[in-house]
């Protein structure tokens, strides 16, 4: 078995610097009023990754710190964990640490291995359950009782369970896309039509990739026709000359001339022969170009028909690059994207169609799925009352009744379950409140309104007695479960835990001694006050040292033959039940 074995406590509260001894079975721990016994409650926490509060850190300190010693079952999941998150063991046992700063950090130790916090959470799902006064108010809730019969109805309800909450996640899904789809038609649709007003407009003009390039190209050529062609006739003229003027000199006739000076004498000297061939390739040079200007001109068009063509085709097409792009290339990217985006709307209403039958279908499975875990938890509720009520018998209680109301409210938009359609949620449709009947007569009432804070102790620590038989855990952490209860009653509690401790490891902080009494040891947190530094200690009580406490909690006094006798006798009281 599991047991926590060791814990170290540093700077936290009152508490300096205190080391608790625990031992399996049953351990109580108790001290006067403020002398630190909920910090024993709070280191643990935070070894099993509570939260981390700076306030907890002892004024002047830097940092409050809690150690661990922790002895695993060899092969048990939490030794399995541990190893994967890296944590290696010490003969068997986990060394687990957390430091909390003055200044609110925190950080966690596992194995000698920094390791997120919430890997000390998901260990002590499995380690330990801790119960204190804040626990019982979360018994009062109802979705608590829920969660506390759905862990005692076990794979009854975990299997249907799991399948709900997949469907539950996949309707809810589906409900916010149908939603989102049917909300926006409207403006689904005027995008639709504004894409399609768009794309009509561009495939009405039909534009080419680069025509609007080459437009406005052509469009500067005719446009500047005659001044093109009586350039071209001049540049002409002037290398090929005019035929209508014999006398006029032109740059062919010239440069042949100085062709054929230098072809005579070429052959006297290389370097102007070299010059010669370079002038001779101006002379072809000069005649292509010059040919090449009389074809342009016979070429020129100036139909200004074709013109007025051309702009007007222009003007079409920069009346599209005036919406959908900066010029025609933009413009047939924006369709071909417009056109997908389309094809999308236009899908959507197939797609409403689809998603309004999955949800249906949906809604029907989780009727179904609802029905199953109403009628594991009603099959549940009825064993889970029965176990609880026969513990509250042995707790004082003996004639007090526990039932579960399990019910269901009517909701017009909900699923149908048992022939109604009621209100679902993520864990189903139903709505679980545990009931008490304290005495024969009294009628069942919601235990938030029915039942004392004594009364409330004894029934949760029933409800933690029957998942040990059922779901046990190592070890039990109860923080003052005696609250309000004294007297016979709690004898009654003191023995109970006394039972409980057979299987488990029960760790209780109680001001009770008839609890006390019945413990395997007791510890006493006890502070002393040097004048300046509030110290805590913790010392195992034994012999004589125990009955002085006992006799403390039962008188206020220590030696009161009164309260010893009293001390003495809960003690052979416990040993007897022993």
Known sequence: MSVLEEMRIRSLGVIDDAVVELSPGFTAVTGETGAGKTMVVTSLGLLLGGRADPALVRIGAKAAVVEGRIALRPGSSAVLRAEEAGAELDE?????????????????????????????????????????????????????????????????????????AE?????????????????????????????????????????????????????????????????????????????EDPESVDATT???GAHRALEAVRS????????AERIGEVAILLGDVAGELAGYADDLDADPLRLAAVEERRAALTALTRKYGEDIAAVLAWAQEGSARLT?????????????????????????????????????????????TAELASLAMPHARVSFAVGQSEDPDGVEVGGRTVAYG??????????????PGAPARPIAKGASGGELSRVMLAVEVVFAGTDPVPTYLFDEVDAGVGGKAAVEIGRRLAKLAKSAQVVVVTHLPQVAAFADRQLLVEKTNDGTVTRSGVTVLEGEDRVRELSRMLAGQEDSETARAHAEELLATARADG
């Open 254 to 256: 010239l440069v042949a």
């Open 426 to 439: 993520p864990t189903g449709a139903d709505e679980v409140e545990l009931l008490l009947a304290p005495h």
């Open 344 to 388: 999308e709307l236009d899908g959507d209403d197939g797609r409403i169609e689809e998603l309004t039958a999955e949800r249906d279908g949906l809604r029907s499975e989780l009727s179904v799925l609802a029905q199953e875990l109403t009628d594991a938890r009603t099959e549940a509720a009825a064993r889970f009352a029965e176990a609880v």
């Open 92 to 164: 068997g046992a986990l060394l687990v640490s957390r430091t909390v700063s003055a200044e609110g950090r925190s950080r966690a130790f596992l194995g000698g291995r920094s390791v997120p916090v919430g890997v000390l959470a998901e260990l002590a799902d499995e380690l330990v359950a801790v119960h204190g006064q804040t626990d019982q108010q979360g018994l009062l809730r109802p979705a608590r009782q829920r969660e506390a019969l759905d862990r005692y109805a076990g794979d009854a309800v975990a299997g249907p369970l799991a399948k709900y």
């Open 167 to 243: 469907a539950y996640r996949r309707l809810r899904a589906v409900a916010g896309e149908l939603e989102e789809l049917t909300t926006r038609a409207r403006e689904r649709a005027q995008e639709a039509d504004l894409l399609r007003f768009g794309l009509d407009e561009i495939a009405a003009v039909e534009p080419l990739p680069g025509e609007d390039a080459e437009l406005a190209a052509e469009a500067g050529r005719l446009g500047h026709a005659e001044a093109l062609a009586s350039a071209a006739a001049v540049a002409h003229a002037a290398l090929a000359g005019n035929p």
């Open 268 to 275: 006297h000297d290389p370097a102007l022969a070299a010059l």
